[in-house]
Protein backbone atom coordinates (compact mmCIF):
# COMPACT_ATOMS: atom_id res chain seq x y z
CA UNK A 1 0.00 0.00 0.00
CA UNK A 2 1.03 3.31 -1.10
CA UNK A 3 2.06 6.08 1.48
CA UNK A 4 -0.17 8.67 0.53
CA UNK A 5 -2.82 5.91 0.72
CA UNK A 6 -1.82 5.00 4.20
CA UNK A 7 -1.78 8.66 5.14
CA UNK A 8 -5.58 9.02 3.77
CA UNK A 9 -6.62 6.11 5.51
CA UNK A 10 -5.10 7.21 8.75
CA UNK A 11 -6.34 10.62 8.15
CA UNK A 12 -9.93 9.25 7.70
CA UNK A 13 -9.84 7.55 11.13
CA UNK A 14 -8.28 10.51 12.73
CA UNK A 15 -11.56 12.46 11.29
CA UNK A 16 -13.77 10.09 12.58
CA UNK A 17 -12.63 9.70 15.81
CA UNK A 18 -12.95 13.30 16.40
CA UNK A 19 -16.71 13.35 15.13
CA UNK A 20 -16.98 10.27 17.42
CA UNK A 21 -15.68 12.04 20.80
CA UNK A 22 -16.82 15.44 20.22
CA UNK A 23 -20.33 13.68 20.50
CA UNK A 24 -18.59 11.68 23.33
CA UNK A 25 -19.12 11.47 26.57
CA UNK A 26 -17.35 14.37 29.16
CA UNK A 27 -15.65 12.42 31.76
CA UNK A 28 -12.81 13.80 34.11
CA UNK A 29 -9.52 13.24 32.50
CA UNK A 30 -6.68 12.11 34.81
CA UNK A 31 -3.74 13.96 33.71
CA UNK A 32 -0.51 14.59 34.98
CA UNK A 33 1.42 17.46 34.84
CA UNK A 34 3.69 18.12 32.17
CA UNK A 35 6.21 19.46 34.81
CA UNK A 36 6.50 16.54 36.88
CA UNK A 37 5.86 14.19 34.47
CA UNK A 38 6.89 14.62 30.61
CA UNK A 39 3.78 12.15 29.41
CA UNK A 40 0.58 13.22 30.03
CA UNK A 41 -2.22 10.36 30.01
CA UNK A 42 -5.50 10.63 28.77
CA UNK A 43 -8.90 9.70 29.72
CA UNK A 44 -11.60 10.72 27.42
CA UNK A 45 -12.23 11.61 23.95
CA UNK A 46 -13.30 14.68 24.79
CA UNK A 47 -9.66 16.10 26.69
CA UNK A 48 -8.34 14.31 23.34
CA UNK A 49 -9.95 16.50 20.79
CA UNK A 50 -8.82 19.22 22.70
CA UNK A 51 -5.18 18.16 22.76
CA UNK A 52 -5.25 18.04 18.71
CA UNK A 53 -7.25 20.87 18.03
CA UNK A 54 -4.38 23.31 21.07
CA UNK A 55 -1.02 21.28 19.33
CA UNK A 56 -1.40 22.32 15.58
CA UNK A 57 2.58 22.97 14.82
CA UNK A 58 3.43 20.70 17.51
CA UNK A 59 4.53 16.71 16.50
CA UNK A 60 2.23 14.82 19.19
CA UNK A 61 2.69 11.41 20.00
CA UNK A 62 0.46 9.08 21.16
CA UNK A 63 1.28 5.67 23.09
CA UNK A 64 -1.98 3.47 23.06
CA UNK A 65 -1.55 0.75 25.65
CA UNK A 66 -2.73 -1.50 28.22
CA UNK A 67 -1.93 -1.92 31.85
CA UNK A 68 -1.53 -6.13 31.49
CA UNK A 69 0.11 -5.92 27.99
CA UNK A 70 3.54 -7.25 28.48
CA UNK A 71 5.71 -5.00 25.56
CA UNK A 72 3.23 -1.90 26.88
CA UNK A 73 4.73 -2.15 30.25
CA UNK A 74 8.34 -2.43 28.38
CA UNK A 75 8.00 0.51 26.28
CA UNK A 76 6.67 2.51 28.72
CA UNK A 77 9.94 3.63 30.29
CA UNK A 78 11.46 4.71 26.96
CA UNK A 79 8.57 6.77 26.05
CA UNK A 80 9.05 8.56 29.41
CA UNK A 81 12.99 8.57 28.72
CA UNK A 82 12.34 9.79 24.90
CA UNK A 83 9.52 12.24 26.45
CA UNK A 84 12.26 14.22 28.78
CA UNK A 85 14.63 14.50 26.34
CA UNK A 86 12.48 15.70 23.10
CA UNK A 87 9.49 17.11 25.45
CA UNK A 88 10.67 20.86 24.56
CA UNK A 89 9.62 20.72 20.69
CA UNK A 90 7.17 17.34 20.97
CA UNK A 91 4.38 16.33 23.10
CA UNK A 92 3.85 12.89 24.53
CA UNK A 93 0.64 11.17 25.85
CA UNK A 94 -0.24 7.57 26.68
CA UNK A 95 -4.02 6.31 25.65
CA UNK A 96 -5.55 2.83 28.00
CA UNK A 97 -7.06 1.63 25.58
CA UNK A 98 -9.23 -0.40 28.10
CA UNK A 99 -10.45 3.09 29.57
CA UNK A 100 -10.99 4.23 26.42
CA UNK A 101 -11.87 2.14 24.02
CA UNK A 102 -13.75 4.20 21.34
CA UNK A 103 -9.70 6.13 20.87
CA UNK A 104 -8.20 2.90 20.14
CA UNK A 105 -10.47 2.16 17.44
CA UNK A 106 -10.62 5.77 15.63
CA UNK A 107 -6.92 4.63 15.49
CA UNK A 108 -7.36 1.55 13.77
CA UNK A 109 -5.03 0.08 16.31
CA UNK A 110 -5.02 -3.61 15.45
CA UNK A 111 -2.45 -4.06 18.30
CA UNK A 112 -0.73 -2.69 21.27
CA UNK A 113 1.90 -0.94 21.86
CA UNK A 114 0.52 1.27 19.10
CA UNK A 115 2.20 4.78 18.64
CA UNK A 116 1.24 7.30 16.74
CA UNK A 117 2.40 10.18 15.61
CA UNK A 118 -0.44 13.36 15.33
CA UNK A 119 1.03 16.61 13.05
CA UNK A 120 -1.28 19.88 12.59
CA UNK A 121 -3.92 17.24 13.29
CA UNK A 122 -3.55 14.45 10.62
CA UNK A 123 -1.27 11.42 12.04
CA UNK A 124 1.96 10.86 9.98
CA UNK A 125 3.07 7.73 11.04
CA UNK A 126 2.85 4.91 12.90
CA UNK A 127 4.19 2.25 14.88
CA UNK A 128 3.05 -0.88 16.13
CA UNK A 129 4.62 -3.72 18.72
CA UNK A 130 7.79 -3.01 20.38
CA UNK A 131 9.93 -1.55 18.13
CA UNK A 132 13.87 0.04 18.93
CA UNK A 133 13.83 3.22 20.30
CA UNK A 134 16.06 4.21 16.90
CA UNK A 135 12.52 3.69 15.10
CA UNK A 136 10.71 6.32 17.57
CA UNK A 137 13.46 8.55 17.51
CA UNK A 138 13.22 8.77 13.34
CA UNK A 139 10.41 10.00 13.31
CA UNK A 140 10.46 12.50 15.83
CA UNK A 141 13.54 13.57 14.53
CA UNK A 142 12.06 13.38 10.94
CA UNK A 143 8.87 15.62 11.98
CA UNK A 144 9.57 17.42 15.67
CA UNK A 145 10.88 20.50 14.22
CA UNK A 146 9.36 21.07 10.56
CA UNK A 147 7.15 22.98 9.55
CA UNK A 148 4.71 21.52 7.44
CA UNK A 149 3.40 18.07 7.40
CA UNK A 150 4.63 17.51 3.72
CA UNK A 151 8.03 17.89 4.78
CA UNK A 152 7.39 15.44 7.26
CA UNK A 153 6.76 13.07 5.41
CA UNK A 154 9.91 13.40 2.42
CA UNK A 155 12.11 13.73 6.06
CA UNK A 156 10.35 9.86 6.65
CA UNK A 157 10.48 8.56 3.50
CA UNK A 158 14.22 9.82 3.08
CA UNK A 159 15.25 8.20 6.77
CA UNK A 160 13.79 4.81 6.25
Known amino acids: MSIQKKILI ?3 LLVTLILLVSCGKTS ?4 TSVEKDPVALVSSGQVFKSIIDSNRDTLLVFD ?29 FRINVDKTPD ?8 GIPFVSFIRNGEPVH ?3 GLNPREAYERVIGACGSVGSNEDCRKNLESSL
Open 28 to 31: ETKK
Open 64 to 92: LYADWCGPCKLLEPLFREMAATHGDKVKF
Open 10 to 12: SGS
Open 103 to 110: IASAFGAR
Open 126 to 128: SLM
